[in-house]
């Protein structure tokens, strides 16, 4: 089955520490995004992708960084510089950008 | 810019009772329209869409008609079920922008 797959699904930080969330697709989409959830937010965006080796700043990108070396994977990175990381993270990939998403299960991280 | 608003929740029913979620949007495009559901502790699956105006999109007995003259796309379903209770998201997608947006979400309590 095609889909996209989001790793671990709970993840644990430490104070000062920096973390990988990872996203892979096998829907051969060229797009790729990934989103902050907070408890009764809606989704914020963080980054996106259009296409490989390419990558844009979403609303909230401060603190996170991404890379975009295959066309399947679009790994996050939360960095030590985002001082309230505790949240819901969802990847999602398209077609292309304005094309509906199909999302991961979501990976949700929290501080020690 | 664009935008999506939703009424805001929880909106609490009874099984078998009639559903309406409220979505406007203001667009300076020809948007296409999205409802996405999201069930607890997964990700977000798209659940209809419609591209032009009078459109109707409809799945698993949820119907939303895209009213260009109201700016609006209403979620409606006659008989609800416990198994409804989810996060409902509205969003359009521009091609002018080259991206979409999404509303803050709609929560839905079924109570049997």
């Known amino acids: 089955d095609g889909g996209i797959t989001q790793s671990p699904k709970y993840l644990f930080r430490k104070e000062g520490q920096n973390v990988t969330l990872s996203c892979e697709q096998n829907l051969n989409h060229d797009a790729m995004y990934w989103y902050r959830q907070d408890p009764g937010q809606g989704l914020r965006l963080i980054y996106y992708?259009?296409?490989?080796?390419?990558?844009q700043k979403g609303d909230i990108a401060e603190g996170y960084s991404v890379s975009r070396e295959k066309k399947e994977s679009f790994p996050l990175t939360v960095t030590s510089a985002q001082k309230n990381p505790t949240a819901f993270y969802l990847c999602?990939?398209?077609?292309?950008?304005?094309?509906?998403?199909?999302f991961g299960d979501g990976t949700r991280l929290s501080i020690l | 810019g664009d935008s999506v608003t939703q009424m805001e929740g929880p909106v609490t029913l009874s099984e078998e009772a009639f559903l309406t979620i409220n979505c406007t949007y203001t667009?300076?495009?020809?948007?296409?329209l999205f409802w996405y559901v999201q069930y607890p502790g997964e990700g977000l699956q798209l659940l209809l869409k419609a591209t032009k105006a009078d459109d109707k999109g409809s799945n698993k007995g949820f119907e939303a008609t895209y009213r260009k003259e109201t700016t609006s796309f209403h979620l409606e379903k006659g008989s609800v079920q416990v198994s409804d209770s989810a996060v409902y998201f509205c969003?359009?997608?521009?091609?002018?922008?080259?991206?979409?947006?999404f509303g803050k979400g709609t929560r839905l309590h079924i109570l049997p």
């Open positions: 992708s259009q296409i490989v080796n390419d990558f």
């Open positions: 667009a300076t495009g020809y948007p296409s």
């Open positions: 969003a359009l997608s521009d091609l002018e922008d080259d991206k979409i947006i």
């Open positions: 999602a990939s398209s077609q292309r950008v304005s094309q509906p998403q199909h």
